[in-house]
């Protein structure tokens, strides 16, 4: 069963920069049938995506964070990161990595979430 | 950007009970919606897409339907380990989004 597990600080100051790594515990990090993607929960409320990634190199953001956010997959380390700069309070959330399978479906290509990290509560601290 | 509009917010339901929870695009999004599940502390996990489709291991107590842009999912005799927040997202277009969730706890 795949793993991905995430690591990176739990503390980041205001204005600096979050980075979470998440490695994924089999090869198919090198399939062209995933993503890999970053989706986040401030405490008490719901999911938003951050955006995803692809070994090709053809990499999504969500454009309300896009200025502020890096995403990179290093097939040679199974592994793919977050970087997110100039954080303020607002960025404390609970970030999570996931895979995003592409399930073929009557003729469809459907986009789906289907593994998470554990995640990982990052608190922006002034 | 594509709004998903989820409701109730929140529900009370007993073990056994069938429970329905709706979730609303903004705009037409064809079946390009899934459907997970969150226990506290824990990771989402993914139920069902295609908006109708069950995800490989997911019980058939949790069904979906779609209706335009109003899509809904069931829960039939629900089980002690079905109390949990559940979410629906888009991923027909960019932004992908998500609902603001609906969190099934025991009455």
Same mark, same amino acid.
């Given at each position: 069963q795949l793993q991905l597990l995430q690591s990176g600080p739990g503390l980041v100051?205001?204005?600096?920069?979050?980075s979470l790594t998440c490695t994924v515990s089999d090869d198919s990090i090198r399939s062209t049938h995933y993503y890999w993607g970053w989706i986040?929960?401030?405490p008490g409320k719901g999911l938003e995506w951050i955006g995803h990634g692809h070994y090709s190199g053809n990499i999504y953001y969500n454009p309300s964070l896009k200025s502020r956010v890096s995403i990179s997959v290093d097939t040679s380390k199974s592994q793919f990161s977050l970087k997110f700069n100039s954080v303020t309070a607002a960025d404390t959330a609970v970030y999570f990595c996931a895979r995003r399978a592409i399930i073929p479906l009557a003729g469809k290509s459907h986009h789906v979430f289907d593994f998470w990290g554990q995640g990982t509560l990052v608190t922006v601290a002034s | 950007d594509i709004q998903m509009t989820q409701s109730p917010s929140s529900l009370s339901a007993s073990v056994g009970d069938r429970v329905t929870i709706t979730c609303r695009a903004s *705009?037409?999004?064809s079946n390009w919606l899934a459907w997970y *599940? *969150? #226990?506290p502390e824990k990771a989402? #996990?993914?139920?069902i897409y295609g908006a109708t489709t069950l995800q490989s291991g997911v019980p058939s107590r949790f069904s979906a339907s779609v209706s335009g842009t109003d899509f809904t999912l069931i829960i039939s005799d629900l089980q002690p380990e079905d109390f949990a927040t559940y979410y629906c997202q888009q991923y027909g277009y960019y932004p992908l989004s998500f609902g603001g969730g609906t969190k099934v706890e025991i009455k």
């Open positions: 100051k205001s204005s600096e920069t979050l986040r929960q401030p | *705009q037409d999004i *599940q *969150q #226990k989402p #996990k993914s139920l």
